[in-house]
């Protein structure tokens, strides 16, 4: 697919991009192999300026950076903003953390030596990133990575060019080594072709079903280790005992931010019956609120999607889980302007046979369900073939925390937007993907746990006697 910014608020081409050409790949492969072996004789707190500096730069360049963004895929200036800020977060994070998470961790054992597990960098990773936080997607992998000593090639997705580029160029003038992150307007083929190359020992990708797929079976066959943060259908759950302000209060927001279009965005509001008319009502006077507009403009309180392609999906979604028995409770008309807008939507009665009950909506559409018990809260929160967050919302948080523990996903937040930050871990189960980005989970997603064992002389007497009959004694 061509590499070009199209403006989602009024469909201008900014700009297209060159591919990459097989030169571009050997060199970001030999470049990045290269500084893979440098790294291994240097310690990791050699490299925590270069990461302070990303931090630096990417917070003196913040007003650029979020226009090149909000440029690229739509999303507000001050969300784009505040995702530069959350960058600069993590990149100091780890420069001032990751050297100490990375020293080995000794393990207590039998009398065969000291035992340490040394937690060494593998090779060069292979990121291929999804367009909807264009800069954050990236430093996910990329600030730990580099702490590691784990060079990275980045395929950032095709609509968002620009902040790929941004991104790069960041790094570069950190004055961080050639090779730490190269990116490359590559084809779904080279992609293929730079994973299977003996110099790359680690895959991460953000993305879609379809992407994770494809990847997943690429690393595979590859033996390549991977790690996939895939789509979510996170339930917001309100219970009988919730504040009905406080829960729309969060549940508006989250539905909104970012168009809608966020992995852990709440796409399903599970709501107990003696709330739901209330809840609804409430929702929909919020949704009414909302100003689409220029996303740089600070009165626009809904941005574009990003792009023609997404807001069809969504809208044949929507069409689809109408005709399928969904009742509009409001929203679903067109929006008078060029820019690819969808109204906010909610839509009510979606039974267990719609054909849309088991998708994910990528953009601003609530689905609200209304439910007897905690225990058919539960079952319809857990009835998706996705696993990524959720939300639950009670005045009695001990109650909201024991409906969270039953809930089947990678990170639930009570009473609280789910946040991510650094020092937690980010990621889902089941369709959502393996593997974790951030914490000390994600520092080691593609590190060598690698076992050393250190001894005077060989324990004789070790209960391990096989090994001393093997050997005559
Ligand atoms: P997508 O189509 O899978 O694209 C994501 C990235 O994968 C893009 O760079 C894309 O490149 C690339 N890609 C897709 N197929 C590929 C293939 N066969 N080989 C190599 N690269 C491939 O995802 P999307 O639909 O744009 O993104 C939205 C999805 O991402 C949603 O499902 C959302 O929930 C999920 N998401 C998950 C997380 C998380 O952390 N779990 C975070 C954000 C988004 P092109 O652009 O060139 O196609």
Not at 130 to 151: D, E, K, L, S, T
Not at 446 to 455: G, H, S
Request: charged letters at 25%; one cysteine or more; hydrophobic letters at 40%.
């Amino acid at each position: 697919m061509a590499y070009k910014t199209v403006n989602p608020y009024n469909n201008e081409l900014v700009k297209e991009y060159p591919s990459a050409t097989a030169d571009d790949i050997e060199k970001a492969l030999s470049t990045g192999y290269a500084l893979y072996k440098k790294w291994r004789d240097e310690p990791a707190a050699s490299r925590a300026d270069a990461l302070h500096k990303i931090a630096d730069l990417l917070r003196k360049n913040e007003d650029e950076l979020a226009k090149i963004a909000t440029t690229d895929m739509g999303k507000l200036y001050a969300e784009s903003k505040g995702e530069v800020e959350l960058c600069a977060i993590i990149a100091d994070y780890y420069a001032d953390n990751g050297a100490e998470m990375l020293k080995p961790t000794p393990i207590s054992s039998r009398n065969t030596g000291d035992a340490e597990i040394y937690h060494q960098s593998t090779g060069v990773l292979m990121m291929v990133e999804p367009w909807n936080f264009p800069y954050y997607q990236i430093m996910r992998v990329f600030a730990p990575n580099f702490m590691v000593g784990n060079p990275m090639i980045l395929k950032h997705a095709s609509n968002t060019p620009g902040s790929a580029e941004a991104f790069e160029k960041i790094v570069k003038d950190s004055g961080a080594a050639a090779g730490s992150l190269t990116n490359l307007f590559a084809s779904y083929d080279q992609v293929s072709e730079i994973i299977a190359d003996p110099r790359v020992q680690g895959v991460a990708l953000t993305g879609s079903k379809r992407g994770g797929q494809s990847v997943a079976e690429n690393a595979g066959k590859n033996l390549k280790k991977n790690s996939m943060e895939l789509g979510g259908s996170d339930a917001f759950v309100v219970l009988s005992d919730a504040d009905v302000d406080k829960a729309v209060d969060l549940a508006w927001r989250v539905r909104i931010y970012n168009a809608g279009q966020v992995c852990t965005s709440d796409k399903r509001f599970i709501v107990a019956d003696n709330l739901y008319d209330e809840f609804l009502k409430k929702l929909k006077a919020n949704f009414e609120k909302l100003v689409p507009g220029d996303p740089m403009d600070p009165k626009t309180t809904i941005a574009p999607m990003n792009s023609k392609r997404a807001k069809e999906k969504l809208q044949g979604q929507i069409d689809k889980a109408v005709a399928g028995g969904a009742k509009v409770y409001y929203g679903n008309e067109p929006v008078d302007l060029p820019g690819q807008f969808l109204q906010p939507t909610i839509l009510t009665d979606i039974d267990k046979d719609n054909p849309e009950f088991y998708d994910e909506m990528f953009g601003p559409v609530a689905q609200v369900f209304k439910v007897g018990s905690d225990q058919e809260a539960i079952d319809l929160a857990n009835d998706s073939e996705l696993g990524l967050g959720g939300i639950v919302v009670s005045e009695d948080a001990q109650h909201g925390k024991a409906v969270a523990e039953k809930i089947e996903t990678g990170m639930v937040f009570v009473n609280s937007f789910l946040v991510s930050l650094p020092e937690l871990p980010f990621g889902g189960v089941k369709g959502s993907g393996y593997g974790r980005e951030l914490s000390q989970l994600g520092l080691n997603a593609f590190t060598n746990e690698k076992l050393i064992v250190t001894a005077q002389e060989p324990d004789w007497n070790n209960p391990a006697g096989g090994l001393a009959v093997f050997n005559g004694k």
